[in-house]
C-alpha cells in the first residue's frame, strides 16, 4: 500500500522594483519605484510504500515606443510615458501553466526557503556552454498543458508553450491577464524581480549596469543585487534593455560598457546554470551593436533577445531572418507590435490591419523553429488601436484578437 506524503515549502517573498519604460520615442513625467511583495507556496508530494523507509528530504535613432504603461487608472504608481513623434528613419526591418514542482532545490539541507521562480544553486558550477543549435522549440502544439521542465539551455520554450506578454508592474492583478493567464507561459515587467503569477512564469531582466546614466539604473541595480545578495539562482536573465537607445526609456551605454557589466553583473549566473539573454535592440535588423559587444565579452549570451515592430508579416519575417542569421541563436521575441516604421514612425490605426499582423506573426512564430518564445508589447507609444489592455485593465479588440490567436496552440 502507498501512502502520500505531503512536504509544505515556504516561499522566499519576492520584491518588485521599478517601472518598464521605453524607447527615445517615449517620454516619462515621472517614475515612481513601486514594490509589491507577493507569497507563494509549494506543496510537494511523494509517494512511499509502506514498511519502507521515509527519504529525507535578467538616441541617436528613433526606435520603436513599445514602452508599457499600467492603465490610466491604476495603483501601481506608474508614470505613462509621453510620446512625441519620432522623426523618420530608414530602418528597414525587430509568455503553459507553470507547475510549481518543476524549480529544482539544492542538495543542501538546509530549510531556508526556495522562490519558486529561481532554483537554489547546486555546489557543481562544471557545466559546459551548449551549441547554438542544442535546444528545442515548440514548432506547433494542441495542449495547454504545462511541460514538466523549466528552462534550460537545451529547453528554452518555458514550459513548452511560446507564448506570453510583455507587460508592466502590477499587470498580473489586472482581469487581462487572469484572462490570458490559461494560454501564456511568461511573462515580463521589465523588472529583475518578476513574479510568477497564475501559473504564468515571470522572466526578470536587468535594464542596465553601472555603464548607463539614466536616473533610474540604481534603483534597478540595487534590486538585481539584492537577488542575487539571497544566493536564488534565476532560470533565465535577460540583459540589457536596449542599450543602443538614449535614456529615460532605454538604457543608453556603450557596447564597451554593456560588455563590461555584462561580464560583471550578468556572466556570473551562468555559472550556477542560469540561462542568458542577450541585450535587446531597438534599431531592429538594423542595429550595429551587437557584433562588437560579443566580441567583447567573455561568456556568449544563449537566447537573443529581439524587438519587432512592422506593419506585416513580410517585415517580421526580415527582423527574426536577421537575427538568426548573424547571431545563429535561438530567438526570444520580448516585444512585437504593429508599426508603420517607414518612411516615418507611425502606429497602425486599423484594426483590421492590426488584427492581422497578431494572427499572421503568432502562427509564423509558433512554427518557426528558432523563435523559442514571443509576447506582444502592451503600453502607450503604439496609439489607441495595438495596445492589448484599456484604462481598466481589460482586454481590448486587440487583446481578444491576441487572446483568441493563442487558445488555438
Same mark, same amino acid.
Given at each position: 500500500?502507498?501512502?502520500?506524503?505531503? +512536504?509544505?515549502?515556504?516561499?522566499?517573498?519576492?520584491?518588485?522594483?521599478?517601472?518598464?519604460?521605453?524607447?527615445?520615442?517615449? !517620454?516619462?513625467? !515621472? !517614475?515612481?519605484?513601486?514594490?509589491?511583495?507577493?507569497?507563494?507556496?509549494?506543496?510537494?508530494?511523494?509517494? =512511499?510504500?509502506?514498511?519502507?523507509? /521515509?527519504?529525507?528530504?535578467?538616441?541617436?535613432?528613433?526606435?520603436?515606443?513599445?514602452?508599457?504603461?499600467?492603465?490610466?487608472?491604476?495603483?501601481?504608481?506608474?508614470?505613462?510615458?509621453?510620446?512625441?513623434?519620432?522623426?523618420?528613419?530608414?530602418?528597414?526591418?525587430?509568455?503553459?501553466? =507553470?507547475?510549481?514542482?518543476?524549480?529544482?532545490?539544492?542538495?543542501?539541507?538546509?530549510?531556508?526557503?526556495?522562490?519558486?521562480?529561481?532554483?537554489?544553486?547546486?555546489?557543481?558550477?562544471?557545466?559546459?556552454?551548449?551549441? $547554438?543549435?542544442?535546444?528545442?522549440?515548440?514548432?506547433?502544439?494542441?495542449?495547454?498543458?504545462?511541460?514538466?521542465?523549466? /528552462?534550460?539551455?537545451?529547453?528554452?520554450?518555458? !514550459?513548452?508553450?511560446?507564448?506570453?506578454?510583455?507587460?508592466?508592474?502590477?499587470?498580473?492583478?489586472?482581469?487581462?491577464?487572469?484572462?490570458?493567464?490559461?494560454?501564456?507561459?511568461?511573462?515580463?515587467?521589465?523588472?529583475?524581480?518578476? $513574479? *510568477?503569477?497564475?501559473?504564468?512564469?515571470? /522572466?526578470?531582466?536587468?535594464?542596465?549596469?553601472?555603464?548607463?546614466?539614466?536616473?533610474?539604473?540604481?534603483?534597478?541595480?540595487?534590486?538585481?543585487?539584492?537577488?542575487?545578495?539571497?544566493?536564488?539562482?534565476?532560470?533565465?536573465?535577460?540583459?540589457?534593455?536596449?542599450?543602443?537607445?538614449?535614456? $529615460? *526609456?532605454?538604457?543608453?551605454?556603450?557596447?564597451?560598457?554593456?560588455?563590461?557589466?555584462?561580464?560583471?553583473?550578468?556572466?556570473?549566473?551562468?555559472?550556477?546554470?542560469?540561462?542568458?539573454?542577450?541585450?535587446?535592440?531597438?534599431?531592429?535588423? *538594423?542595429?550595429?551593436?551587437?557584433?562588437?559587444?560579443?566580441?567583447?565579452?567573455?561568456?556568449?549570451?544563449?537566447?537573443?533577445?529581439?524587438? /519587432?515592430?512592422?506593419?506585416?508579416?513580410?517585415?517580421?519575417?526580415?527582423?527574426?531572418?536577421?537575427?538568426?542569421?548573424?547571431?545563429?541563436?535561438?530567438?526570444?521575441?520580448?516585444?512585437?507590435?504593429?508599426?508603420?516604421?517607414?518612411?516615418?514612425?507611425?502606429?497602425?490605426?486599423?484594426?483590421?490591419?492590426?488584427?492581422?499582423?497578431?494572427?499572421?506573426?503568432?502562427?509564423?512564430?509558433?512554427?518557426?523553429?528558432?523563435?523559442?518564445?514571443?509576447?506582444?508589447?502592451?503600453?502607450?507609444?503604439?496609439?489607441?488601436?495595438?495596445? +492589448?489592455? *484599456?484604462?481598466?485593465?481589460?482586454?481590448?479588440?486587440?487583446?481578444?484578437?491576441?487572446?483568441?490567436?493563442?487558445?488555438?496552440?
Amino acid at each position: 500500500m502507498q501512502y502520500a506524503l505531503v +512536504l509544505a515549502g515556504a516561499a522566499l517573498v519576492h520584491a518588485a522594483h521599478a517601472d518598464h519604460a521605453h524607447l527615445d520615442a517615449h !517620454r516619462h513625467e !515621472r !517614475r515612481v519605484v513601486d514594490t509589491t511583495v507577493e507569497w507563494v507556496y509549494t506543496t510537494v508530494t511523494k509517494y =512511499v510504500t509502506a514498511g519502507q523507509d /521515509i527519504p529525507t528530504t535578467a538616441s541617436q535613432y528613433q526606435q520603436a515606443p513599445s514602452a508599457v504603461a499600467a492603465p490610466a487608472d491604476t495603483t501601481t504608481n506608474l508614470a505613462a510615458p509621453s510620446v512625441p513623434t519620432p522623426t523618420s528613419f530608414s530602418a528597414s526591418t525587430e509568455e503553459a501553466i =507553470v507547475a510549481p514542482s518543476v524549480y529544482s532545490t539544492s542538495t543542501s539541507s538546509s530549510s531556508e526557503a526556495v522562490p519558486t521562480s529561481y532554483a537554489t544553486p547546486t555546489t557543481s558550477t562544471s557545466s559546459t556552454e551548449q551549441a $547554438p543549435s542544442a535546444y528545442s522549440s515548440v514548432a506547433t502544439t494542441t495542449s495547454t498543458q504545462a511541460s514538466a521542465s523549466g /528552462i534550460t539551455k537545451s529547453s528554452l520554450t518555458p !514550459r513548452g508553450k511560446k507564448a506570453g506578454l510583455s507587460g508592466y508592474v502590477g499587470c498580473q492583478e489586472k482581469e487581462a491577464f487572469a484572462n490570458l493567464a490559461p494560454y501564456i507561459s511568461w511573462y515580463s515587467d521589465y523588472t529583475a524581480t518578476t $513574479p *510568477d503569477s497564475q501559473g504564468v512564469q515571470g /522572466i526578470p531582466m536587468l535594464w542596465g549596469g553601472d555603464g548607463s546614466t539614466c536616473a533610474d539604473t540604481q534603483a534597478r541595480l540595487t534590486a538585481y543585487n539584492s537577488l542575487v545578495a539571497t544566493n536564488a539562482v534565476p532560470e533565465i536573465m535577460f540583459g540589457f534593455y536596449e542599450p543602443d537607445c538614449n535614456c $529615460p *526609456d532605454s538604457s543608453e551605454m556603450t557596447t564597451g560598457e554593456a560588455a563590461s557589466d555584462w561580464d560583471s553583473l550578468i556572466a556570473p549566473l551562468a555559472k550556477e546554470g542560469t540561462v542568458l539573454g542577450s541585450p535587446s535592440m531597438c534599431k531592429q535588423k *538594423d542595429e550595429d551593436f551587437l557584433t562588437p559587444f560579443k566580441s567583447a565579452i567573455s561568456t556568449d549570451w544563449d537566447v537573443t533577445s529581439v524587438h /519587432i515592430n512592422k506593419p506585416d508579416l513580410d517585415g517580421v519575417k526580415a527582423v527574426v531572418e536577421y537575427y538568426w542569421n548573424t547571431y545563429q541563436k535561438p530567438i526570444w521575441v520580448s516585444e512585437f507590435a504593429c508599426v508603420n516604421d517607414t518612411p516615418s514612425w507611425s502606429p497602425c490605426t486599423d484594426q483590421t490591419q492590426v488584427n492581422s499582423l497578431i494572427n499572421d506573426a503568432v502562427a509564423y512564430f509558433q512554427s518557426n523553429e528558432h523563435v523559442v518564445a514571443f509576447g506582444p508589447s502592451n503600453g502607450n507609444g503604439l496609439g489607441d488601436v495595438w495596445p +492589448l489592455t *484599456d484604462s481598466a485593465g481589460k482586454l481590448t479588440t486587440s487583446g481578444q484578437t491576441y487572446l483568441n490567436a493563442i487558445k488555438s496552440l
